[in-house]
């Protein structure tokens, strides 16, 4: 039995979680509200305040998807209720983010400066050298932070670069002169 898998999905109070025919689950919050069809081997069925997840048989397939479909449900009832949050941080002479309206403007040693709109349903904010992106889909604010990060990312020696907040840059040795 999946450890992840077989763990209720507990619903606080203000969610309400629809289970459609197909798997397709819609969960409504405060932030917001979040869709997803999930797969259909996986019966998910709502007992007491809890969504339950249970597979049909032990096949190594089924017990993948078991755990997969039991947290991309916590995962949507944690965002309508709550929301995610990722920080990103900007380090270098130089280097630096602004915000107007939707569009964030990063100046990052280039010759020109780097445009990007917030995608639907995100939001990101600029503070200092801290660019914070927040929305309910997690998969969404990831893959934006992620995107943000690209556009350069931390080179190990100097680390100058955009890094996620915590993130550890393993550092190198530069050359050593004679």
């Known amino acids: 039995m999946s450890r992840i898998g077989r763990l209720p999905v507990v619903i606080p109070a203000g969610v309400t979680v629809d289970i459609k025919e197909g798997n397709v689950v819609t969960v409504k919050g405060p932030k917001g509200e979040l869709t997803r069809t999930l797969a259909p081997e996986m019966e998910i069925k709502m007992e007491d ?10 096949l190594k397939k089924m017990k993948s998807l078991h755990g997969l479909t039991r947290t991309l449900i916590n995962n949507m009832v944690v965002g309508v209720s709550e929301g995610y949050k990722k920080a990103l941080e900007i380090n270098g002479t130089g280097y630096r983010a602004s915000k107007q309206g939707h569009v964030l403007t990063l100046n990052l040693g280039y010759s020109h400066p780097i445009e990007m709109t917030d995608p639907e349903g995100l939001d990101s904010t600029v503070e200092g050298n801290t660019i914070t992106v927040t929305g309910i889909d997690k998969e969404k604010v990831g893959q934006y932070a992620a995107d943000i ?12 670069g955009i890094k996620y907040a915590g993130e550890v840059i393993r550092r190198k040795v530069g050359k050593t002169g004679k």
């Open 49 to 58: 305040g809890h969504v339950v997840v249970s597979r049909p048989n032990d």
């Open 149 to 160: 990060r690209s556009k350069r990312g931390p080179e190990p020696y100097k680390g100058k």
